[in-house]
Nanobody
Framework: QKRLVESGGGLVQPGGSLTLSCASSRLDLQDWTIAWFRQAPGKEREGVACVGSSDRRPTFYTDSVRGRFIVSRNNPAGMSYLQMNGLKPEDTGIYFC?????????????????????WGQGTQVLVSS
């Protein structure tokens, strides 16, 4: 079955760090853009970060996380990671990874959630003291 599985979520205090992982199964990700989205309670799912497949591995971030989050990928392992530092209560939500063979890597194109065919089930992040 082709799927993505996120892990690494949990409860963390403000200012703390978490690293989320996204594992792929039966998906040939090496040439595909990988994105991370999050959904806070009562809000729409929003794009957070994405990483391209070229050798340069271009990355893009939404303004609210730029400078605090780092997205990366390990193609041989079929993995992507989202390192989250300086966490704030407003970072609370369910975090999803997504991928699609037809998504181009760019500041706008990465974050169109309707463009992605493959999604994980999400992992919960709660930032609270």
């Amino acid at each position: 079955q082709k799927r993505l599985v996120e892990s690494g979520g949990g409860l963390v205090q403000p200012g703390g760090s978490l690293t989320l992982s996204c594992a792929s199964s039966r998906l040939d990700l090496q040439d595909w853009t990988i994105a991370w989205f999050r959904q806070a309670p009562g809000k729409e799912r929003e794009g957070v970060a994405c990483v391209g497949s070229s050798d340069r591995r271009p990355t893009f971030y939404t303004d609210s996380v730029r400078g605090r989050f780092i997205v990366s990928r390990n193609n041989p392992a079929g993995m992507s990671y989202l390192q989250m530092n300086g966490l704030k209560p407003e970072d609370t939500g369910i975090y999803f990874c997504a991928t699609d063979p037809d998504v181009t890597t760019g500041q706008n194109s990465c974050f169109r959630r309707q463009s992605y065919q493959y999604w994980g089930q999400g992992t919960q992040v709660l930032v609270s003291s």
